[in-house]
């Protein structure tokens, strides 16, 4: 089992001490998770914190062997202003993370696709009226940081019967800073076309690819997401989706060494650990 940077309450002296700080702090969390600080008010995206992907597969032909430990406890967060998720599975939005954390942050705004508002709703036990849709082109503005909605293929661009996103990506604006987190994807027509006239600062982009035998929907693997990232002019691109579970997971390497090839910037995380950017 591999350590993380950080955890447990070095973690938590690691996020008070950037209180203060001016520009964003970006922490990965594990998997596609991670939490960001702005001027002391923090945000969290598709956060999993628990095991209970790890206990529900753990006697079946499909078992979640976790690779890394926790970076923290989510009852141990209660300074969440806003969460986000990008779709429904598991990893994702994730009712062991989520009800803990609504739990000590009573006032935490909960963002998630419009047309998973009911899901989403059933799976932590609320009222739908709790929880915020967001949808194409309505950007959603919570404790100073703006969410809008972009389109993600997992692997395909699916929409349900209102013609509204299942699987979606955030463009988050803090300030001035612009960070794009792709949720799960693959590239899809217009894609870069379109992330390109957002001005990206950081691309938080998966890594782990996409095999059949793992019987899950894939993603981009390391050299298309460097690829990507570099086509849409992000400033900086950070891989995530991997180091989680044995069964779906990639190495770095190649992310690595395809973007030093493209010339594009890059820093690659271990759990727990923070990347301060500053603002220009």
Same mark, same amino acid.
């Given at each position: 089992?591999?350590?993380? @940077?950080?955890? +447990?309450?070095?973690? !938590?002296?690691?996020? $008070?001490?950037?209180? *203060?700080?001016? /520009?964003?702090?970006?922490?990965?969390?594990?998997q596609?998770?991670?939490?960001l600080?702005?001027?002391?008010?923090?945000?969290?995206l598709?956060?999993?914190?628990?095991?209970s992907?790890?206990?529900?597969?753990?006697k079946?032909?499909?078992?979640?062997v976790?690779?890394?430990?926790?970076?923290?406890?989510?009852?141990?967060?209660?300074?969440?202003?806003?969460?986000?998720s990008?779709?429904?599975?598991t990893?994702?939005l994730?009712?062991?993370?989520?009800?803990?954390?609504?739990?000590?942050n009573?006032?935490?705004?909960?963002?998630?696709?419009?047309?998973?508002?009911a @899901?989403?709703? +059933?799976?932590?036990? !609320?009222?739908i009226? $709790?929880?915020?849709g *967001?949808?194409e /082109?309505?950007?959603?503005?919570?404790?100073?940081?703006?969410?809008?909605?972009?389109?993600?293929a997992?692997?395909?661009?699916e929409?349900?019967?209102?013609?509204?996103l299942?699987?979606v990506?955030?463009?988050?604006?803090?300030g001035?800073l612009?960070?794009?987190?792709?949720?799960?994807t693959?590239r899809?027509?217009?894609?870069?076309?379109?992330?390109?006239?957002?001005?990206?600062?950081?691309?938080?982009?998966?890594?782990?690819?996409?095999?059949?035998?793992?019987?899950?929907?894939?993603?981009l693997?390391?050299p298309?997401?460097?690829q990507?990232?570099?086509?849409?002019?992000?400033?900086?691109?950070?891989?995530?989706h991997?180091?989680?579970?044995?069964?779906?997971?990639?190495s770095?390497?190649?992310f690595?060494?395809?973007?030093?090839?493209?010339?594009?910037?890059?820093?690659?995380l271990?759990?727990?650990?923070c990347?301060?950017?500053?603002?220009?």
């Open positions: 089992m591999q350590e993380p @940077f950080l955890s +447990d309450d070095a973690f !938590l002296k690691d996020v $008070a001490r950037r209180h *203060a700080q001016p /520009g964003l702090a970006l922490w990965w969390l594990g596609s998770g991670f939490l600080m702005y001027e002391g008010r923090c945000a969290l598709d956060p999993y914190l628990s095991e992907l790890t206990e529900k597969y753990a079946t032909d499909k078992p979640h976790r690779m890394t430990r926790r970076v923290i406890d989510p009852r141990q967060l209660d300074f969440i202003s806003v969460t986000a990008t779709h429904n599975h990893d994702h994730d009712a062991q993370t989520l009800k803990p954390l609504l739990d000590v009573p006032e935490m705004a909960l963002i998630v696709p419009e047309a998973n508002r @899901f989403a709703a +059933d799976r932590l036990g !609320l009222e009226e $709790a929880i915020v *967001a949808e /082109g309505h950007p959603v503005e919570v404790a100073g940081f703006s969410f809008q909605v972009v389109p993600a997992h692997e395909t661009l929409r349900d019967a209102a013609g509204r299942t699987h990506g955030y463009i988050v604006r803090a001035s612009t960070i794009y987190h792709s949720g799960d693959v899809y027509p217009g894609m870069a076309e379109l992330l390109s006239t957002f001005d990206i600062d950081v691309a938080l982009l998966p890594i782990n690819g996409r095999a059949p035998e793992r019987r899950v929907a894939g993603n693997t390391s298309e997401a460097a990507l990232g570099h086509d849409i002019g992000a400033k900086l691109v950070i891989p995530c991997y180091d989680l579970f044995e069964f779906n997971t990639a770095p390497d190649a690595v060494s395809e973007c030093e090839r493209l010339g594009q910037r890059y820093q690659v271990k759990n727990g650990a990347l301060d950017i500053p603002e220009e």
